[in-house]
DNA sequence: AGCATAAAGTTGAACGTTCAATCAACACCC
DNA sequence: GGGTGTTGATTGAACGTTCAACTTTATGCT
């Protein structure tokens, strides 16, 4: 039930809403799972790194600075130097000092990398297609895009 | 480019979709954080083992068998097991055998776990409302719900 | 009944993420 | 121009999830 409650008053979700709420967890998870199951089983890549590799594959040069990777994919500096360290062991990328800021690091992909990536990416967009854009109504997933992109930006620089 | 391309030739995505995609994918991604973050600063709690409490909060004598836990929150049961494992050690949830099956066992809300369930709600459906609701546009918010409740159908017993 | 198979749950190791601490380079500024 | 604070990046430990075994109990078949 709504109204003062707690520390400081509560703005409890009516009937719809939580259904919603539901719908979507289990969504999202049901949906992160079998991407993440199909890279990883296909092509021995975990989704944080296939994302990684595509907005490599993007950039000038190939290469981003870490910071930006971090910023751009919405995750912390520690998990992309752990990221990028393990994709570098697999000579997937290659990781140089940054020439106009010592105190930076900028991450390429190789040859050999961005020929992992276009094997990965049928496998990945083939899932994005089958699971989420085929189920859906394309208004619908205009709203989808609408409402996330919304969310991202109300929260976007918190990370405390 | 579409067309005649890979193992089994792939349905790419024009620009909207991609547009879609990527507003879906950081938005999810900074959302469960944040929920994630705020639970776990606040309550001690992970948003896996709020959703757990929930689940058996509502649930006839507030206890739910572990592989049911594990089938409506799309988790694993070793996961299912390791979490269950902890929040009996914190007192939040106790074990027992079920009686009509010799294999089955049986989880249940305990009264101290019910309390710091209640409290930790506040801080959750403050962020669900917040980050999402708030953002939404209500005919928007729906249009999520059955987007994300069809891919969950979609992909609901699969797990390979 | 008796054997094979499946389902429920657990276990421990491997892996990936988080968190706090650390170090180096840059920026400011008085 | 030498502190003071900030930013970029890394490190290692702690934590949580996954994965592949494994145990136990139930089910199905003939």
Redesign the interface.
């Known amino acids: 039930m709504p109204s003062t ?3 400081t008053d ?4 009516d009937a ?2 939580q ?3 539901r ?12 991407l993440d199951r199909d890279l990883r089983t296909q092509h021995d890549l975990s989704m944080a790194e296939y ?1 990684i590799l595509v907005r490599l594959s993007e950039a000038p040069d190939r290469s981003i600075r870490m910071a930006e990777l971090a910023a751009a ?2 995750h912390s500096r520690s998990r992309i130097t752990h990221t990028i360290a393990r994709l570098e062991r697999d000579g997937i990328v290659e990781r140089f000092q940054c020439s106009s800021d010592g105190r930076g690091v900028t991450a390429r992909l190789t040859d050999h990398g961005f020929t992992v990536l276009e ?1 990965a ?2 496998t990945h ?2 899932g ?6 085929a ?3 394309p ?14 930006r ?3 620089g ?1 990370h405390f």
């Not at 509560?10 to 979700?13: A, N, S």
């Not at 994005?128 to 854009?133: E, G, N, S």
């Not at 709203?143 to 996330?148: C, K, S, Y």
């Open positions: 409650d707690a520390p509560t703005p409890w979700l719809a809403q259904g919603v709420w719908s979507f967890l289990g969504g999202v998870t049901v949906l992160m799972d079998q994302e994919l919405a094997r990416a049928h967009v083939r994005v297609h089958d699971y989420l854009v189920q859906a109504d208004a619908d997933l205009a709203a989808v895009g609408r409402v996330l992109e919304s969310v991202r109300g929260l976007e918190r």
